[in-house]
C-alpha cells in the first residue's frame, strides 16, 4: 500500500493514515474471527506497553536525532526548545487545566487534578508524521519543515518525562510537590541528556583511537551498542532513557560518525532508518486495530472537550511563544507558517503508549485510553487528510496577498547540497555509463565529505565557532589522503560490482521473457 502511495504520488493520502487503515481491517478481520470462537486472536493482537516502550520507541527516537540535519536544527534550536519544551508545557496546562476545571462544574466527565494533567501532559506529544510526509513531498521552506520536526524531536520527549513526573506527583503535599515535580522534570530532563551525550562522545573517542574501520562488523556492533547502552543505563537511574538515546543519536552522529569507516556510516544510516519505519508502521497499524482490541469507555463530552482544548493549547502555545522566538530571530516566523504549526499538531503512537501505561483505576485508563485513541485517530485522519488542501489553500492566499507567484526556497536548494547521505535510490535504471558515473561522482563526493564540517553559515554562532576550534579537533579523527583514496576505491568496486549484478540480471531476465514470446 505504501508502494503504491509512492508510486503514483498520491500525497492526499498520507503513509501513516493508509497503514492505520490497513490496521483497522486486520482489527475488523480478527473481531469476525473471535465471533467463530478462534482463540488466540485477542491475545495476539495486543500490545504491551513495555515491549512499546523498549523495543519499538528507542530505534524511532534515535533514527530522529542521528539523522537530523544538524545546520537547520541548531540553527532554530532557541525557537525549538522554545515550542518543544515550555510549548509543551503550556499545552498540558491547557488541556489539564482546562478539564479539571469542568468536570469539576460537572460538565465533562469527572478526573481528579492527577489524572487531569496525565492526560494533559501525555496528549501533548506530538507526531507530525502526516504533515511531515505531505512537507517533503511539495517541498516547503525549509525552517518551516525543521520548526515542525525539530519540536517533534524534542517533544516527545519532553512529554514522556513530564507524564512520568505528573505520575509520580505526591497529592498530598501539592503545594511543595508542584515546586518538586518542575525541579524532578528539568533535573531528569537535563541529566538524561547529559548521559546520552557522554556516551556518545566516548565513542567519538573510542573510534578515533582504535581501528575498528578494518572489521565493519565489529564496527557496526559497537554503535549499536553505545546506542542502546545510555537508554537502559537512564532508565536504571530513574531518569528519561528516551531523552538520553535522543542527545546520543545528536552527539554520535556529530562526531562519532565522521570516525566511522564509509561502509558503516551507510549501514548505521539505513539500518536504524529501516527499524524506525518498522517500528512506526507496526505502531499505526496497531493504533487501527486498537479499536477492536480494548474494552472501551467513551465519554462524548470528555472528547469533544479535550480536543476543542487541544486546539486550544496549541493555539497558545504557537501564538504566545512565537511572539517571544520572533524578537530575537532574523528571519521571523511568518503568521502563514504560525498556521501551518498550529494545524501540524498531530497526535500519533506516543501519546496512546503513554494511556496504556498510566498506572490508574482501571474505569478511569479506559475513559482516557479511549479518550486517547480517538483524538489520535481524528488528528490523523482529518486534521493529517487535509493537510494538503490546508498548505495550498495557505499558499495561495499569501500569493494573493502580496502578489507574487511563490518561487522555491534557495534555502532547500543550499540543504539538499549539504546532505552528505548517498542515497543508492537515485541511482538511474536505464544502465550504460549514466549509472558509474553517478555513483562514482558520489564517491568522490564522499572523499571530500570525510574531513568537511557541516556547519551551515551562520548557525550557531559562538557554539560554532568553539565547536569547530576545540571539539572536532579532539573528537573526530582526521583521515590522512591515503585512507580516503582506499575508501574511494572500496565504493568504486562496491558501485562496480552492484552495477555489474544489476545489468546481469536485468540481462537474464529479458532472455526469459524473449524465451516465452518464441514459446
Not at 479539571?100 to 462544574?105: D, M, N, T, V, Y
Not at 485513541?373 to 499558499?395: D, Y
Not at 536505464?430 to 548557525?459: C, H, I, Q, W
Not at 573528537?475 to 565504493?491: D, L, P, S, V
Amino acid at each position: 500500500m505504501v508502494f503504491l502511495l509512492i508510486k503514483f504520488n498520491f500525497h492526499y493520502l498520507p503513509e501513516s493514515i493508509a497503514i492505520v487503515l490497513l490496521g483497522f481491517i486486520v482489527g475488523g478481520v480478527f473481531e469476525i474471527f473471535k465471533h467463530y470462537n478462534i482463540k488466540g486472536i485477542k491475545q495476539s493482537e495486543m500490545l504491551n506497553p513495555t515491549i512499546f516502550f523498549l523495543v519499538m520507541l528507542p530505534p524511532i527516537i534515535f533514527e530522529s536525532g542521528y539523522n537530523l540535519h544538524k545546520g537547520n536544527f541548531f540553527a532554530n534550536l532557541g525557537s525549538i526548545t522554545l515550542f518543544a519544551v515550555f510549548g509543551t508545557g503550556i499545552s498540558a496546562f491547557t488541556v489539564g487545566g482546562g478539564l479539571w476545571i469542568l468536570g469539576e462544574a460537572n460538565i465533562s466527565y469527572p478526573l481528579t487534578a492527577k489524572e487531569s494533567f496525565g492526560f494533559g501532559a501525555l496528549i501533548s506529544a506530538v507526531d507530525p508524521v502526516a504533515t511531515l510526509a505531505i512537507f517533503s513531498a511539495i517541498d516547503v521552506q525549509p525552517t518551516l519543515y525543521m520548526l515542525v520536526f525539530g519540536e517533534s524531536v524534542l517533544n516527545d520527549a519532553v512529554s514522556i518525562v513530564m507524564t512520568d513526573t505528573v505520575i509520580h506527583f505526591n497529592d498530598t503535599e501539592a503545594g511543595s510537590a508542584i515546586g518538586l515535580a518542575i525541579g524532578d522534570f528539568f533535573l531528569s530532563f537535563s541529566m538524561s541528556g547529559v548521559v546520552g551525550a557522554l556516551f556518545a562522545l566516548a565513542l567519538a573517542l573510542l573510534l578515533k583511537h582504535l581501528a575498528l574501520t578494518k572489521t565493519p562488523s565489529l564496527e557496526f556492533c559497537t554503535v549499536c551498542l553505545f546506542a542502546y547502552a545510555p537508554y537502559f543505563l537512564a532508565e536504571g537511574l530513574h531518569l528519561s532513557g528516551i531523552m538520553a538515546i535522543l542527545s546520543s543519536g545528536i552527539v554520535m552522529s556529530h562526531y562519532a560518525h565522521f570516525n566511522l569507516s564509509f561502509m558503516t556510516q551507510v549501514t548505521v544510516q539505513q539500518v536504524f532508518r529501516t527499524f524506525a519505519f518498522l517500528a512506526e508502521s507496526c505502531v499505526f497499524a496497531y493504533l487501527g486495530m486498537a479499536i477492536f482490541s480494548f474494552t472501551h469507555s467513551f465519554q462524548p463530552a470528555l472528547i469533544v472537550w479535550s480536543i476543542i482544548l487541544c486546539l486550544i493549547g496549541r493555539g497558545f502555545n504557537i501564538g504566545l511563544l512565537t511572539l517571544l522566538a520572533n524578537r530575537f530571530r532574523t528571519v521571523k516566523i511568518t503568521p502563514q507558517q504560525q498556521f501551518i504549526m498550529w494545524f501540524s499538531g498531530l497526535r500519533g503512537a506516543i501519546a496512546f503508549a503513554l494511556a496504556l501505561h498510566l498506572p490508574f483505576a482501571e474505569d478511569k485508563k479506559q475513559v482516557i485510553v479511549s479518550t486517547t485513541l480517538v483524538i489520535v485517530l481524528f488528528t490523523i485522519l482529518v486534521m493529517g487528510g487535509s493537510t494538503m488542501p490546508v498548505i495550498k489553500l495557505v499558499t495561495w492566499w499569501t500569493d494573493r496577498q502580496t502578489g507574487r507567484v511563490r518561487l522555491e526556497s534557495e534555502d532547500r536548494h543550499h540543504l539538499a547540497d549539504q546532505d552528505s547521505e548517498l542515497d543508492f535510490v537515485q541511482v538511474h535504471t536505464e544502465g550504460g555509463p549514466s549509472d558509474t558515473e553517478y555513483m562514482l561522482s558520489k564517491t568522490v563526493e564522499f572523499g571530500r565529505n570525510l574531513n568537511v564540517e557541516e556547519v551551515e553559515p551562520g548557525a550557531g554562532g559562538l557554539w560554532s565557532r568553539l565547536d569547530e576550534k576545540y571539539f572536532v579537533p579532539f573528537f573526530r579523527k582526521k583521515f590522512t589522503q591515503q585512507e580516503i583514496r582506499r575508501a574511494c576505491n572500496e565504493m568504486q568496486d562496491l558501485t562496480t560490482k552492484w552495477h555489474t549484478d544489476v545489468e546481469t540480471g536485468s540481462q537474464i531476465l529479458d532472455d526469459e521473457d524473449n524465451d516465452e514470446h518464441s514459446l
